[in-house]
């Protein structure tokens, strides 16, 4: 994905780089010229990480930050903290639970981390964005979703579980439903900036992500598993796909788009089966009125 490509003087944050697909997200970058940083929750973790990938691709170490997507008191230090231009923001990293579990806001943890803390990241750092696509004639988002989304749309009237019952599915399929809507709307508001935003699938790749499953979930994903509906990717194949959105001259300029498997997918009626489209990409994940509606309603949540 990489080759002939050369990312010297781009400057990238990878969120969720000390794990899974975030560690060969960030060495592939690092490997051809990029400037990475790594914003991870663990820096002990991310020091390892950055060690390894200076040592394997002779290129340079990457930083480590800390930032917890899930807490507003480390996510505001790291932008104030940012200076500079930023060229490439690849949002990541992203969290499954097994239960309800809460922010001290009372948020659920899965749509406050996964989605709510990307969102307060991004647009805490646009003005570096927008300094990164004046010098470099464009600064790109990834957002990470998952195949997870066709599970959920948005649920505007309990997005935090308080009335409904809870099952840690349909709020991790709500939260990637989220990451795809962002970039949706990023797009249409900042793309006059130079900043577009796409929205990627890894697919099915065996990371810490899975360490709190239930049984329930884990029979559901290997259901899923058995019915076609993925067969499991590789690390670097699961990273693939967000290095084709960061760097991919096709996607320099436009945003919005879901892809899999390294290209854009094809999208589907908000009724049809996940094991009939494994490769597809549900309207409510790309509808423009909902993505305009849950960023004015995550724009109150941060500042509140």
Same mark, same amino acid.
Request: hydrophobic share 40%; proline share 3%; glycine share 10%.
């Given at each position: 994905?990489?080759?002939?490509?050369?990312?010297?003087?781009?400057?990238?944050?990878?969120? /969720?780089?000390?794990?899974?697909?975030?560690?060969? $997200?960030?060495?592939?970058?690092?490997?051809?010229?990029?400037?990475?940083? +790594?914003?991870? &929750?663990? !820096?002990?973790?991310?020091? *390892?990480?950055?060690?390894?990938?200076?040592? #394997? !691709?002779?290129?340079?170490?990457?930083?480590?930050?800390?930032?917890?997507?899930?807490?507003?008191?480390?996510?505001?230090?790291?932008?104030?903290?940012?200076? /500079?231009?930023? =060229? +490439?923001?690849?949002?990541? *990293?992203?969290?499954?639970?097994?239960?309800?579990?809460?922010?001290?806001?009372?948020?659920?943890?899965?749509?406050?981390?996964?989605?709510?803390?990307?969102?307060?990241?991004?647009?805490?750092?646009?003005?570096?964005?927008?300094?990164?696509?004046?010098? &470099?004639?464009?600064?790109?988002?990834?957002?990470?979703?998952?195949?997870?989304?066709?599970?959920?749309?948005?649920?505007?009237?309990?997005?935090?579980?308080?009335?409904?019952?809870?099952?840690?599915?349909?709020?991790?399929?709500?939260?990637?439903? *989220?990451? @795809?809507?962002?970039?949706?709307?990023?797009? &249409?508001?900042?793309?006059?900036?130079?900043?577009?935003?796409?929205?990627?699938?890894?697919?099915?790749?065996? !990371?810490?992500?899975? &360490?709190?499953?239930? $049984?329930?979930?884990?029979? #559901?994903?290997?259901?899923?598993?058995?019915? /076609?509906?993925?067969?499991?990717?590789?690390?670097?194949? /699961?990273?693939?796909? #967000?290095?084709?959105?960061?760097? %991919?001259?096709?996607?320099? =300029?436009?945003?919005?788009?879901?892809?899999?498997? @390294?290209?854009?997918?094809? $999208?589907?009626?908000?009724?049809?089966?996940?094991?009939?489209?494994?490769?597809?990409?549900?309207?409510? %994940?790309?509808?423009? %009125?909902?993505?305009? =509606?849950?960023?004015?309603?995550?724009?109150?949540?941060?500042?509140?």
């Amino acid at each position: 994905m990489l080759r002939d490509v050369d990312l010297t003087g781009v400057r990238a944050i990878v969120t /969720g780089g000390s794990s899974g697909i975030g560690i060969e $997200t960030a060495r592939a970058l690092t490997a051809a010229g990029a400037q990475v940083t +790594l914003a991870v &929750r663990n !820096t002990a973790a991310g020091d *390892a990480v950055a060690e390894t990938i200076e040592k #394997s !691709t002779g290129g340079i170490r990457p930083r480590v930050v800390r930032l917890d997507l899930a807490d507003r008191t480390t996510v505001t230090p790291f932008v104030d903290a940012w200076s /500079g231009p930023l =060229h +490439l923001l690849i949002n990541n *990293a992203g969290v499954v639970t097994g239960g309800l579990e809460r922010t001290r806001e009372g948020w659920e943890l899965q749509f406050a981390t996964n989605h709510l803390g990307h969102f307060a990241l991004a647009t805490g750092l646009h003005d570096a964005l927008a300094l990164g696509a004046c010098d &470099r004639d464009g600064a790109r988002i990834v957002s990470v979703s998952s195949t997870a989304h066709m599970r959920s749309g948005i649920d505007f009237d309990d997005l935090h579980f308080e009335r409904r019952s809870y099952d840690p599915q349909i709020a991790y399929a709500q939260s990637k439903t *989220a990451n @795809s809507l962002f970039a949706v709307e990023a797009t &249409r508001l900042w793309a006059s900036d130079g900043i577009i935003a796409n929205t990627v699938n890894p697919g099915g790749v065996v !990371t810490g992500l899975q &360490r709190n499953f239930t $049984t329930q979930q884990k029979q #559901s994903l290997a259901a899923a598993e058995a019915a /076609g509906v993925f067969t499991y990717k590789t690390v670097e194949q /699961g990273a693939a796909t #967000s290095i084709v959105a960061a760097v %991919a001259p096709e996607f320099a =300029h436009s945003g919005g788009h879901y892809l899999d498997d @390294s290209q854009e997918a094809y $999208t589907v009626p908000n009724d049809a089966d996940l094991a009939q489209h494994p490769h597809g990409v549900k309207q409510w %994940a790309l509808d423009p %009125a909902t993505a305009k =509606h849950l960023w004015a309603v995550s724009t109150d949540l941060i500042r509140a």
